[in-house]
């Protein structure tokens, strides 16, 4: 049968997506393209902001009119936290966060899903639905953390792994498969392994994966600060483990990190990033931020912005405060209003023009290693874009009958070049 998949929102969305696409492969079915004639539809949507929410909804509208005969499949957080919407607007079929890996068994035992007589031997790395180079696996899901502005955890349920033996058996098959990077992804990631027993960790996990795979780049996903000490940074000393961490801040003010319910404090935050940057080369560190939580004074907007500007990170993910159904959070008083929110929005987004293009020049004249995913014509010449080991967008031009999908080399970086590096190999 003829499949399309769709996701928005983060990396383990992604990961899920990619993860059935391999399933219906390799049960002999098709992915199909956005356009196509397609007998089942499925949407892996996103309910973190009331935006994403929103963007949600569009999409699963879009999705009907443009395959009004296809099996409308909705899963995702937004087809846990509104699901009436989400059936008013068009899904035939909504399957919970809970069940999502399981959607070719259960599309199967409903009749839906009809069985091939082709079985796939060779999956190859073209198969993400995404189109990237990188495999995106889900190693860990759910959260108990109490963060009030959070709507994952009442939309993902309690955390829980998947067995570490699981996990290497995957990354082998996709290095099997052809896949260069490998991106370990969870709502918690530092909490795995804790739901297995006293001696299974993230840092476990990582070593594991290492020995007994030969993976060529790994990569870790979101990780919470309070899940790290920095005898973890060790873990680096192995060169396949690439040197870019994603730290969600989501405020420099320490009332406001109290107000969310967030287990660090500002200072606790910094000694941790001093300690990963005198430990791995070349890092580059990326953070999430919240403005405008419910009763962010001036001053404390001011904390979190010069905190924030001290700590030069390599890129800020903003995200203008909007409550979610269900969070503590959103039944706070002093909620912020939209002008203020976008004034503060405004002002961090100065910050991380200045301290992204302060990063990136950083890297001019230096080599890197790049693994490149696409390219586009230019002229007579190809222009070939990937990522840098440390997360930074590279770009590099060939001859057209020079490919280098899917390869990675060291490059030397030669100027700054649409928001990230142009490089020659």
Same mark, same amino acid.
């Given at each position: ?30 992915? *199909? =393209? ?14 973190? @902001? ?21 099996? $409308? !499949? ?29 959607? =070719? ?6 009749? $839906?899903?009809? #069985? ?22 889900? *190693? ?10 959070? !709507? ?6 309690? +955390? ?12 082998? /098959? ?12 969870? !709502? ?37 600060? &309070?899940?790290?000490?920095? /005898?973890?940074?060790?873990? &680096?000393? /192995? ?17 406001? $990190? ?29 953070? /999430? ?8 004074? #001036? @001053? ?46 405004? $002002? ?15 890297? *001019? ?6 693994? &490149? ?10 222009? &070939?874009?990937?990522? @840098? ?17 899917? *390869? ?10 649409? +928001?990230?590096?142009?490089?020659? !190999?």
């Amino acid at each position: 049968m003829r499949i399309h998949l769709h996701a928005i929102g983060c990396r383990l969305n992604t990961a899920e997506i990619d993860s059935l696409a391999r399933q219906f492969i390799a049960l002999g079915h098709s992915i *199909v =393209p956005a356009g196509s004639d397609a007998d089942i539809v499925i949407f892996n949507s996103c309910a973190v @902001t009331s935006s994403a929410g929103s963007e949600s909804r569009k999409i699963i509208r879009k999705l009907r009119r443009a395959n009004p005969y296809a099996t $409308l !499949v909705i899963t995702g957080c937004y087809a846990e936290i509104d699901i009436q919407i989400a059936r008013d607007v068009g899904a035939d079929m909504l399957v919970g966060t809970q069940y999502k890996d399981d959607i =070719p068994q259960i599309l199967t035992e409903s009749g $839906l899903l009809h #069985d091939c007589d082709h079985i796939a031997t060779d999956i190859a790395y073209s198969s993400s639905s995404s189109g990237r180079t990188r495999a995106f696996l889900k *190693v860990q899901d759910g959260c108990e953390n109490k963060c009030t502005f959070c !709507v994952v955890t009442i939309a993902r349920g309690a +955390g829980r792994s998947k067995k570490l033996a699981q996990v290497i058996q995957e990354i082998n /098959d996709l290095v099997g498969f052809g896949y260069c990077e490998v991106v370990l992804c969870g !709502v918690h990631l530092g909490a795995y392994g804790h739901d297995i027993g006293v001696n299974v960790s993230l840092e476990d996990l990582v070593l594991s994966v290492l020995k007994e795979t030969d993976v060529k780049r790994l990569r870790l996903s979101s990780l919470e600060p &309070w899940d790290l000490t920095p /005898d973890f940074f060790k873990l &680096w000393e /192995d060169s396949r483990l690439l040197p870019h961490l994603h730290l969600p801040l989501q405020s420099g003010s320490n009332r406001t $990190l109290r107000r969310m319910g967030r287990r660090n404090t500002s200072n606790s935050f910094k000694n941790l990033l001093e300690a990963a940057r005198m430990t791995i080369p070349n890092l580059s560190v990326t953070t /999430d931020v919240i403005v405008g939580f419910p009763a962010e004074t #001036d @001053t404390d907007f001011i904390e979190s912005y010069e905190f924030i500007d001290s700590m030069k990170f390599a890129g800020l993910h903003i995200f203008p405060y909007s409550g979610r159904p269900g969070t503590a959070a959103s039944k706070m008083s002093e909620q912020i209003s939209v002008d203020i929110i976008r004034k503060r929005s405004r $002002l961090m987004h100065e910050i991380n023009k200045k301290h992204q293009s302060q990063f990136i020049s950083s890297f *001019v004249g230096r080599e890197l290693d790049v693994l &490149w995913e696409s390219c586009k014509s230019d002229n007579d010449l190809v222009c &070939w874009s990937g990522l @840098t080991s440390n997360y930074l967008r590279a770009y590099a031009y060939s001859d057209s009958d020079n490919s280098l999908r899917n *390869v990675i080399t060291k490059t030397k970086m030669m100027e700054t070049f649409r +928001g990230g590096l142009l490089g020659h !190999v």
